[in-house]
Each structure stands twice: as C-alpha cells, then as structure tokens.
C-alpha cells in the first residue's frame, strides 16, 4: 500500500464509522443523538472510565459548559453513567452503559462477518493489531501534554 492510499483511507474511516453508528441510532424507534453525541460516545465506549467531562472539552476544545450539557443529556438518554472517583469526590468518570455499546458490539459484529468472509483470521488478527497502534500512538491521554505530536 501506498503513502498516498493509507492517508486517503485514514481520512475515511474515523468519520465513516461515525455516520454508520448515527444512522444505525436514529432508525426508527431509537433515541435521537447528535454527531457529537456519537463522538462522545465513541471515545467514552473506547476508553470507559478513563475520561471524565472536563477531559473531553480539552480534548475537543470544546467549552465545559457545552461538554457538561451534552454529558447530562447522553446520561438521560441512559446512555453513559458518570462514577464518582474514590479519591476525589469532585471528580466524575464516565462509562458507557451497555445500551450504548450493544449497538457497537452489533456494528462490529456485522464488520467482522464481512472481513472474516474475505480475509483469513491471521490478515484480521494483523489489522487489529494495526489497528490498536494507530490509536494508541494517536490517543489524547498519551500526547494531552504535547500536543504537536
């Protein structure tokens, strides 16, 4: 593959995997959430309990006011729960509840099908592990300190 191919398809995938999961949550019947709702939920889901509301408006550069609103309506939606650190009784991690991520686990699910119908279990087991490097290597909590890596 290419440098060229590889940037082009990093450009889709992130934001390709988002509209797919909106979708899937505004069919009928569902809860509505926005995008950024989706976002959120996308990072809480990948790292439960690692993240609290303020972390996400640094990250986001996004006001907290605005990040606090749209925590507390994810919330309502019974979407994410917030857990109260042991050692600091103002600090408030979030988690995504299993409603939330039932509907990740069927869009990955259905994913996997469709790679496992093309591509051996070695070539799947090669780009997971690709996969998690890329966004360990691009994870907010890693570089917040240095921001132009």
């Known amino acids: 593959m290419t ?13 390709t995997i988002a509209i797919k999961l909106l979708n899937i ?6 809860k509505s959430i ?7 939920m996308e990072i809480i889901t990948a790292y439960p309990g690692v993240y609290t ?3 996400l408006a640094d990250m986001l550069c996004v006001a907290r006011s605005a990040v606090a609103q749209k925590v507390n309506e994810l ?18 991690y979030l988690y995504p509840t299993g409603e939330f991520a039932d509907k990740l686990i069927g869009l990955s699910g259905s994913l996997y099908e ?3 119908d093309k591509y051996s279990a070695t070539d799947i087991d090669n780009f997971c592990e690709m ?19």
């Open 75 to 92: 919330e309502k939606l019974n979407y994410l729960r917030k857990k109260q650190s042991n050692t600091d009784k103002r600090v408030y």
């Open 131 to 149: 996969i998690d490097f890329i966004t360990e290597e691009l994870a907010w909590h890693k570089n917040k300190d240095n921001k132009t890596q």
């Open 114 to 116: 469709k790679l496992s």
């Open 53 to 55: 509301a303020s972390d």
């Open 3 to 15: 440098r060229t191919k590889f940037v082009e398809i990093s450009k889709k995938i992130g934001y």
């Open 25 to 30: 949550l505004h069919e009928p019947n569902e």
């Open 34 to 40: 926005t995008f950024n709702g989706v976002l959120y």
